[in-house]
C-alpha cells in the first residue's frame, strides 16, 4: 500500500459543486501539504500543515481549504468549483531531522485528477 | 522570494545518448536544491538533493548533479539513458532558514527514443 494514498484519483464535476479530495498517510510525518500541477507550471502550493492545530495558506489558496482532521489526515475542499481549478492535485509529506531541521523532501501521494466542466 | 526557471520543457534524446536537464534559480539566501522525477500517472519523488558540502550530487538510477554557486545553477545529468528515464523532471529550492517552502520550477518532459 502507499504511503500516502490520495482519494479520488479521478473526479469530473460541474461548476458551482462543492468537492472534496482526501488524503491520508501512514508514514507518521507531522507536515502536509497540497499542490497543485499545471503543465508548464510546475507545482504551486495551496495550503500546508504543520501539525494538527496548524494551517498555513501557501502560494494558491484563494477557491480552497482544507481541515486536519488528525495527524495522518489532510482533506482539499473546494466550496464552489470553477473550471480554472481543473488540475492534478498532490498531497505530500516531510518530517523533521532529529535536529529539528526541515531539508524539504517531500513524499507524495499519486495525485487527483480533477475535471471542472 | 526565489524563483526556479527549468530552461527546456522537453528534451528529446535517444537511448543510450547524454542528457542534461538544465535549471537555474534566484534566491536572496542560500538554498537547499532538489531534483524530483514524475513517472507517467505517478506522484513525485526524489531523485537527488543538495543541503551543503560537496556540490556534486549523485542520486538513484544513475543521475547527478552539480550546484553551481556563482552560476546559481544545478543541472542535472545522465551519461546514458534508457526508455525507462521517460518522465518529467522538476527542479526545486528551498531556502535554508526554517519555515519556508520548497518552490518547483515548470518542470522538463525528457523523451527518450529507441
Not at chain 1, 3 to 8: L, R
Not at chain 1, 36 to 53: A, H, N
Not at chain 1, 85 to 108: H, I, K, N, V, W
Not at chain 2, 37 to 57: A, D, I, M, R
Amino acid at each position: 500500500d502507499a504511503d500516502v494514498t490520495q482519494t479520488p484519483r479521478n473526479r469530473i464535476t460541474k461548476t458551482g459543486k462543492r468537492i472534496m479530495l482526501e488524503c491520508s498517510q501512514t508514514k507518521g510525518h507531522d507536515r502536509m501539504y497540497w499542490y497543485r500541477q499545471d503543465p508548464g507550471l510546475g507545482l504551486r502550493l495551496i495550503y500546508y500543515s504543520f501539525d494538527v492545530k496548524d494551517i498555513n495558506k501557501g502560494e494558491i489558496s484563494d477557491g480552497y481549504s482544507v481541515s486536519r482532521q488528525a495527524q495522518a489526515k489532510f482533506s482539499l475542499s473546494l466550496e464552489s468549483a470553477i473550471p480554472n481549478q481543473t488540475a492534478l492535485y498532490f498531497c505530500a509529506t516531510s518530517d523533521l531531522l532529529r535536529t529539528g531541521a526541515d531539508t524539504g523532501e517531500l513524499f507524495f501521494g499519486e495525485g487527483s485528477r480533477l475535471t471542472v466542466l | 522570494a526565489q524563483s526556479v526557471t527549468q530552461l527546456d520543457s522537453q528534451v528529446p534524446v535517444f537511448e543510450e545518448a547524454p542528457v542534461e536537464l538544465r535549471c537555474n534559480y534566484s534566491s536572496s539566501v542560500s538554498v537547499y536544491l532538489f531534483w524530483y522525477v514524475q513517472y507517467p500517472n505517478q506522484g513525485l519523488q526524489l531523485l537527488l538533493k543538495y543541503l551543503s558540502g560537496s556540490t556534486l550530487v549523485k542520486g538513484i538510477n544513475g543521475f547527478e548533479a552539480e550546484f553551481n554557486k556563482s552560476q546559481t545553477s544545478f543541472h542535472l545529468r545522465k551519461p546514458s539513458v534508457h526508455i525507462s528515464d521517460t518522465a518529467e523532471y522538476f527542479c526545486a529550492v528551498r531556502p535554508n532558514n526554517a519555515g519556508n517552502m520548497l518552490t518547483f520550477g515548470g518542470g522538463t518532459r525528457l523523451m527518450v527514443k529507441p
